[in-house]
Every structure is written in C-alpha cells, then in structure tokens.
C-alpha cells in the first residue's frame, strides 16, 4: 500500500489560497509550510521546497505531492494522485 504526503509551500500573502488547496484536501495528510524568513531573505522557493521535502523524507511516505499555494485543484484531486500511483 501507499501513503501519500500533500505539503504546499507557502507564503503569507497568499493566506486565503493556501486555505482553499486546505480545504480540497480536507482528510488527507496535508502540511503547509510558510516562508518565515524575514522579508528581506525571501528569495525563490527553495526554502520552502526543502521545509516540505524533509518533513516528508521524515516520516513513512511512499509518495510526496508538493504543491505551491497559488495553485486550483480540481474536484477530488486527491483520487486523481490515486489513480496516477496505482496506473503505475
């Protein structure tokens, strides 16, 4: 079997988006990670990327979906990442 970590890298001025990708994955394992740096530091994405990746490599994950905050899922996005894994 497996088991699927959805992270979203964050920042706070996209607050209400990163509620509604939330909000969509509703029952799954879901972590947002914000960039916290101070603003001065906050450059690209690798910050967050790295938060989301080694939470997951920290647990017992088969698969990771990382996700940016600005981003619309459609309907039950978390079947469609099913289906993907077991069509492998």
Same mark, same amino acid.
């Given at each position: 079997?497996?088991?699927?970590?959805?992270?979203?890298?964050? %920042?706070?001025?996209?607050?209400?988006?990163?509620e509604?990708?939330?909000?969509? +994955?509703?029952? %799954? @394992?879901?972590?947002? &990670?914000y960039?916290?740096?101070? =603003?001065?530091?906050?450059?690209?994405?690798?910050?967050? =990327?790295?938060? %989301? /990746?080694?939470?997951? #490599?920290?647990?017992?994950?088969?698969?990771?979906? +990382?996700? =940016? @905050?600005? /981003?619309l #899922?459609?309907?039950? &996005? @978390?079947?469609?990442?099913?289906? #993907? /894994?077991? &069509?492998?």
């Amino acid at each position: 079997m497996y088991k699927i970590a959805y992270r979203i890298m964050a %920042c706070y001025d996209r607050k209400e988006m990163v509620e509604a990708e939330v909000e969509k +994955l509703k029952g %799954c @394992d879901v972590k947002v &990670f914000y960039d916290d740096r101070p =603003q001065k530091e906050r450059k690209g994405t690798y910050y967050t =990327q790295l938060k %989301c /990746i080694e939470d997951a #490599l920290n647990g017992d994950y088969t698969h990771l979906v +990382l996700l =940016q @905050d600005d /981003i619309l #899922l459609v309907n039950d &996005f @978390d079947k469609c990442i099913k289906e #993907l /894994i077991e &069509f492998k």
